[in-house]
C-alpha cells in the first residue's frame, strides 16, 4: 500500500511525501519535494499502484495511542468481559486510535484481577486496536480528592498487590497511580519505579512531598489540574514539581469541558509537545446518546459532551481522543504539529513501545490516520490494513 498525495507528519513537522507500506510494517517515507525517502526497501511504484489511497490535500499522522481512557460506546475496560474488551479496540480503532492502554477504576483487587486476566487474553482482530498497556488509575489514591472514583475501595499503596496484578496481567500493567502525600505512598515508588510507571493522582499533596515523589521516581501526572492542588503563587503544588523533573510527563485532556483554552495553551508552553501525552478519559457513553449511565459503579448523567456525577462532580469525558486532537487545534489554538506529537510519540516514550509505534518511520508498525483539512478522521491503517 502506498499513501499518495498528503502532508505527512515526520520529525515534529509536516511534508510533501508518500508514505509506503510493505505488509504490517512501514516501508518507507518518500519525500514528493526531494525524490527521496528515508531508510528501508519501498515496493515499487509499479508493484503498489493498485493499493495506493489518494490523500490529497489531507494530513497523515501515525496512528494515536489513548493512555488514559475507561470505556466507549456501552462498554467499560471495568466490565471484565472480552466482549467488551473487543468493542472497545473496535470502536477506538475506527477513530483512529490504533493503540490503546485503557484505565481501571478504583476497585478492590478480586475485580482488578478479573480486568487483568482478560487484558491478558487479548489478541485484537484485524480492525482492532493494540492493547499496549493497562492503566491502574486506582485504589491506591487520596480519599480526599475522590472526583468519580469510589471512595468505598481507596486504599494505601502495596507494593505486593501491584506485583500480583500485574502478573495477572501478563506484564501489561504500565502506570499506576499514587497520592503521595498517603501513607506508605513515597516508599511505595522508591520500590516499584524501576518495574511501572508511577504517576501522581487524585491527590492533596504540596509542592514539597510532590518532589520528593520525583526525586524516587514518579515520571507522569495523570489528568493534569483536575483532582490536584492547583498553580498557586505562594503554594506552587504539584505541578510546579512535575515541571521541575525534565524526565516527567503530563497527561492533558482537551475536550472542551476538562480544562479552559488557556490553561491548554499555557501547558503547552510550559512543557512542549514532548512532554504532554493529550488522552481522552472516556468513559462508556462516548459514541452514545445522552443518557444515564455508570463508572466505576456510580451514576452518571451525560449531556451533550460533560458527563457528571449526581453532585455535579466531571465524570471522565464523551469525546474520543481523535476529537480531542481537533479541539486543541481548532478550538483552543495549539499548532496541529504540537497536538499530533502529544497524541502519538510522546505517549509512546511513556508507555516504553515508542520503537514500534508513535511515528511514521520505516520499520515501525504501520498505524496511520489520514486527516482532512478540518481534521476529522477520513481513513484508518491498521498495522498495515485498511479499516
Known amino acids: 500500500m502506498r499513501i499518495t498525495g498528503g502532508r505527512v507528519f515526520r520529525d515534529g513537522a509536516f511534508a510533501e511525501a508518500d508514505l509506503v507500506i510493505d505488509g504490517d510494517r512501514i516501508a518507507g517515507v518518500s519525500s514528493r519535494e526531494a525524490g527521496v525517502g528515508d531508510a528501508g526497501a519501498a515496493p515499487t511504484a ?78 485484537p482482530a484485524d480492525d482492532e486496536a493494540a492493547l499496549v498497556g493497562v492503566n491502574m488509575e486506582g485504589p491506591f489514591i487520596s480519599p480526599d480528592k475522590i472526583g468519580a472514583q469510589n471512595p468505598a475501595y481507596v486504599q494505601h499503596a502495596d507494593a505486593a498487590m501491584l506485583r500480583r496484578l500485574q502478573e495477572r496481567a501478563g506484564g501489561l500493567v504500565k502506570l499506576v497511580d499514587i497520592a503521595p502525600e498517603e501513607p506508605g505512598a513515597l516508599d511505595f515508588v522508591a520500590e516499584v519505579a524501576g518495574e511501572v510507571r508511577v504517576s501522581i493522582a487524585h491527590t492533596c499533596t504540596d509542592y514539597d512531598t510532590a518532589r520528593e515523589a520525583f526525586a524516587r521516581g514518579v515520571r507522569h501526572m495523570t489528568h493534569l489540574y483536575n ?30 469541558v476538562h480544562i479552559h483554552p488557556a490553561m491548554v495553551r499555557l501547558t503547552f508552553g510550559l512543557f512542549g509537545p514532548e512532554r504532554i501525552c493529550l488522552v481522552s478519559d472516556s468513559m462508556r457513553a462516548c459514541g452514545l446518546d445522552d443518557g444515564e449511565y455508570d463508572l466505576g459503579g456510580q451514576q452518571v448523567n451525560v449531556r451533550g459532551n460533560v458527563a457528571t456525577l449526581a453532585d455535579g462532580t466531571i465524570a471522565g469525558s464523551v469525546t474520543d481522543l481523535a476529537a480531542c486532537v481537533k479541539v486543541a487545534v481548532r478550538e483552543m489554538g495549539v499548532p496541529l504539529e504540537d497536538a499530533v506529537r502529544a497524541a502519538t510519540l510522546t505517549p509512546a516514550r ?11 518511520e520505516a520499520g515501525k508498525i504501520a498505524d496511520a490516520v489520514v486527516l482532512d483539512e478540518e481534521l476529522n478522521v477520513k481513513h484508518v491503517i491498521v498495522r498495515g490494513k485498511l479499516l
Open 46 to 123: 509499479d508493484a503498489v499502484s493498485q493499493n495506493d489511497l489518494d490523500a490529497t490535500g489531507c494530513y497523515v499522522v501515525p496512528g494515536f495511542i489513548d493512555l488514559h481512557f475507561h470505556g466507549c460506546v456501552g462498554a467499560d475496560l471495568c466490565d471484565a468481559t472480552g466482549e467488551s474488551m473487543r468493542a472497545i479496540a473496535r470502536h477506538q480503532a475506527s477513530r483512529g486510535v490504533t493503540a490503546i492502554c485503557p484505565a481501571t477504576m478504583t476497585y478492590p483487587e478480586e475485580r482488578l484481577a478479573a480486568i487483568m486476566d482478560v487484558a491478558a487474553a487479548f489478541t
Open 227 to 256: 483532582a490536584m492542588p492547583g498553580l498557586h503563587h505562594r503554594k506552587p503544588g504539584p505541578i510546579a514539581a512535575a515541571w521541575e523533573c525534565p524526565e516527567a510527563a503530563v497527561e492533558l485532556i482537551c475536550d472542551g
Open 350 to 360: 511513556a508507555l516504553g513501545i515508542d520503537g514500534e509505534r508513535g511515528s511514521l
